[in-house]
């Protein structure tokens, strides 16, 4: 590797590891402080605590690389252009793209690592910690879920459920509608509850009462009824808060798979978040691509001019990310237009100052 080379990678890594130390250090100890007044009324002790905020630092990491890596690279390319470096590699016959790549190299093997950490760090101590709240502070499940309608992908049933309660597999308030092979309605049940029976992969309901639907509708009521057709996985059931993010990557895009044909409603959200969660490892390269279009005339007050216009990037990409994701789960975007738009909108804006700052 060249010597400048060297220098631009080692530069920008250096400064991005401080800015994400610090940064991460001020989000544990935000997510501390809010969590506090809880942790102190349910008398926890000071291990318990420790150990809370520690499951939860992973993801203040990937909160904090992303405008880490902005803030590296906008405080670097100021410095480089404020102390003439910048003029004296021009002219040593180093193209300005060769200044860039090292930066945005950073930028790609961060994304990589972002992605990894995620999936292998932060998925499994996330979900500890999840687990661990629900314990100490007796939390309602974040998988209960209300009036959850399901559709047989073979067109055999419709089931309705007015409450599904994660803890033990139970649904309450049940409707339950058969058809037969021409798609005629033949059946309509309403139920107390139903259970999954873990031996025998169905669901099994109580209280029964039964509506023979024919030339004359019959009525029966039945203390029990099961059904082989009726074996959904309860996890078709749960709600969609937390779902995607807890799940491996194979067992999300087959829970999506399912869920399209099952609950095509549920399955726009559900996508939406998948996408973002898959596509939220590219903002280490995307803001540092942002920062390289940036155009750097300032001599003077690199540090504040750095600080000052990573803050207004970073607001910018991520309002407009979670308005573009708020769409997208309403069906309104694409889930990939959703997660793209943001780079764009903010690309041209960076543009559009370099355009100006050279006119000017």
């Not at 010597?3 to 800015?19: D, E, P």
């Not at 501390?32 to 002790?45: I, K, V």
């Not at 629900?134 to 974040?142: C, I, K, P, Q, V």
């Not at 399901?150 to 309705?160: M, N, Q, S, T």
Request: proline share 4%; with cysteine.
């Amino acid at each position: 590797m060249k010597l400048y080379r060297r220098y631009i990678f080692k530069s920008t890594i250096n400064v991005g590891l401080g800015a994400l130390f610090l940064t991460t250090l001020m989000l544990i100890s935000v997510d501390l402080f809010a969590n506090l007044d809880t942790y102190l009324s349910h008398e926890l002790p000071l291990a318990t605590i420790a150990y809370l905020t520690l499951l939860g630092a992973p993801q203040a990491v990937l909160f904090a690389l992303g405008p880490s890596l902005l803030f590296s690279a906008t405080f670097f390319l100021s410095q480089l252009h404020a102390n003439n470096e910048y003029i004296c590699l021009i002219g040593s016959g180093i193209r300005p793209l060769k200044i860039i790549l090292p930066i945005i190299a950073v930028g790609f093997i961060a994304s990589i690592l972002q992605f990894a950490f995620a999936e292998y760090v932060k998925l499994p101590l996330s979900k500890e910690r999840l687990v661990l709240e629900e314990e100490l502070f007796g939390l309602r499940s974040t998988q209960d879920n209300r009036n959850i309608t399901l559709h047989d992908p073979e067109g055999r049933y419709v089931l309705y459920a007015r409450h599904y309660r994660a803890q033990d597999n139970l649904l309450r308030e049940v409707l339950l509608l058969l058809f037969d092979e021409q798609g005629n309605l033949t059946h309509r049940l309403d139920a107390q509850q139903g259970r999954y029976d873990e031996d025998s992969g169905q669901w099994r309901f109580h209280g029964v009462q039964s509506q023979e639907v024919g030339e004359v509708v019959s009525t029966r009521t039945l203390e029990a009824y099961d059904d082989p057709r009726i074996n959904l996985d309860p996890s078709y059931f749960r709600g969609a808060g937390g779902d995607i993010d807890q799940m491996d990557i194979q067992t999300a895009l087959q829970y999506l798979h399912w869920m399209k044909r099952l609950d095509p409603n549920r399955h726009t959200p559900l996508a939406a978040d998948f996408v973002k969660r898959i596509l939220d490892a590219l903002n280490p390269l995307v803001l540092i691509v942002i920062a390289a279009t940036i155009r750097y005339s300032l001599k003077k007050n690199i540090l504040l001019f750095a600080i000052i216009t990573s803050l207004i990037v970073a607001v910018v990409y991520y309002v407009v990310q979670m308005v573009t994701m708020i769409a997208a789960r309403q069906g309104v975007l694409s889930p990939v237009w959703a997660m793209v738009i943001p780079s764009v909108v903010v690309l041209l804006l960076a543009a559009l100052q370099r355009t100006l700052s050279r006119q000017g």
